[in-house]
């Protein structure tokens, strides 16, 4: 059975996101601390009995404050997403989450555009990521975009744009006809919490 395993996630800036991922074989666990973002991998033992045991730690982006943190994988590829100063960017790690790539640019805001990270998602060759351009207040008002990249996650490219409060999204389908699915909800101020939702799929790349 699996057990549970306790993490030191220390002290945070403002709050504190969390990101899991898993593969077969693999669970990656990522979270922000004030010392930066810190990656704890999971191995998993084949089945009946899928025994669990640490794996090993990364601790990445030191220094960075990161309220927002994603975690994607795909073999033994791992991609941490963040958020910091108005920015997002992310670090690719090749050897299963032991090391970690240097800091890579997902999205380039600016001082009246600021960048709340939500969530990323990962298959293939193809990585991609919701982030929430508007006010800081964790994701209420303002607009939504997804950033995706079909290259492993060397270069990236804006997707959809939606309006509203918190957005998330996921990878449909498989090789060229993979698409993105973006679903949000559309709130545009901080009164409308009891309007409806909406979700959309995506057509065109990737």
């Not at 998993?44 to 640490?54: G, I, L, R």
């Not at 960048?115 to 193809?126: K, Q």
């Not at 939606?162 to 909800?185: C, E, K």
């Amino acid at each position: 059975p699996l057990r549970s395993y306790e993490f030191d996630l220390g002290e945070a800036h403002l709050y504190r996101v969390r990101g899991i991922t898993a593969t077969a074989t693999r669970i990656w666990v990522a979270w922000s601390r004030n010392d930066g973002i810190h990656v704890q991998r999971l191995n998993v033992a084949s089945e009946p009995a899928m025994k669990v045991s640490k794996g090993p730690r990364a601790h990445i982006a030191r220094d960075t404050v990161a309220p927002g943190v994603g975690v994607a994988a795909v073999g033994n590829r791992v991609y941490v997403g963040y958020g910091h100063d108005n920015d997002a960017f992310m670090r690719v790690s090749n050897d299963g989450g032991r090391t970690f790539g240097r800091s890579r640019m997902l999205y380039d805001s600016t001082a009246s555009d600021p960048v709340d990270f939500f969530g990323l998602h990962a298959r293939e060759n193809v990585v991609a990521t919701s982030i929430h351009l508007g006010p800081w207040c964790g994701g209420c008002v303002g607009s939504n975009r997804a950033v995706y990249s079909t290259n492993w996650g060397r270069t990236w490219t804006s997707g959809p744009e939606n309006v509203g409060g918190y957005a998330t999204l996921a990878l449909v389908g498989t090789g060229p006809g993979m698409r993105i699915a973006q679903a949000w909800d559309n709130r545009t101020s901080h009164e409308t919490y009891g309007d409806p939702g909406y979700i959309k799929f995506q057509l065109g790349t990737p």
